[in-house]
């Protein structure tokens, strides 16, 4: 099986910029996950959906950024504008209910740089 | 939410056993993890434990007391491929089925 597929691995835009990354998870997994990694702040959540519904979306930094899964095998996480705070690697994860432990299977991440 | 302790870095020697800690405090525990990621990467699944006691796979075995909102992960025969982060993350009912991961240990395996 293919594991969670994320695209652009890398990019690097302007200030003000619009940002648009993308997932595609595990086929049959139920949750979709989006994560944030800093060396300051670590791994931090911020939005997860459940069977394409978003269930917790507490952990998204303001306004500028959104998510959206329109379908079971696609998510878009969106910032707009961009701010060089916003320079991260930006995880997704998958997980499947009821199977396993119900541990997340992450992507290789994107790497946004914002100038 | 919960506050997720653990150490920044960590060097041992090849060949050596370490001990990762990690400490935590939850409202609804609800299971713990243990993922490991090198530089660059993602992070990979190592562990889980939901009840106390000593979880063993292979070189790695973790352990969980609830009481004292406590774990570790226990690396044994270390190799260098084992230089990398190792990430403690818990499950709170109070946050549904998501992990709130802590900053993670940095492990440094020397000759």
């Known amino acids: 099986d293919a594991g969670v597929i994320q695209s652009p691995r890398h990019e690097v835009t302007e200030m003000g910029q619009e940002v648009t990354l993308r997932c595609k998870p595990i086929s049959g997994h139920d949750y979709l996950f989006w994560y944030r990694q800093t060396m300051m702040r670590g791994l931090e959540l911020l939005i997860y959906f459940n069977n394409n519904v978003p269930i917790d979306d507490s952990g998204m930094p303001e306004d500028r950024f959104s998510a959206k899964m329109p379908n079971a095998s696609f998510s878009t996480l969106k910032i707009q504008p961009s701010e060089p705070r916003d320079s991260a690697v930006y995880f997704c994860?998958?997980?499947?209910?009821?199977?396993?432990?119900?541990?997340?299977?992450f992507g290789e991440g994107s790497r946004l740089t914002v100038l | 939410g919960q506050n997720i302790d653990q150490p920044t870095e960590m060097t041992a020697t090849e060949g050596a056993i370490v001990q990762i800690n990690c400490t935590y405090q939850?409202?609804?525990?609800?299971?713990l993890f243990w993922y490991q990621q090198h530089a660059g990467e993602a992070p990979t699944f190592l562990s889980y434990?939901?009840?106390?006691g000593l979880e063993e796979k292979g070189r790695f075995s973790s352990f969980l007391s609830r009481s004292k909102g406590y774990s570790y992960l226990l690396l044994k025969e270390l190799q260098m491929k084992d230089s990398a982060s190792y990430l403690c993350?818990?499950?709170?009912?109070?946050?549904?089925?998501?992990?709130?991961f802590g900053k993670g240990t940095s492990l440094l395996v020397t000759p």
């Open positions: 994860a998958s997980s499947p209910r009821d199977r396993g432990f119900g541990e997340l299977f």
């Open positions: 993350a818990v499950r709170d009912l109070g946050s549904g089925y998501a992990l709130n």
């Open positions: 434990n939901v009840l106390d």
């Open positions: 939850t409202s609804g525990f609800n299971g």
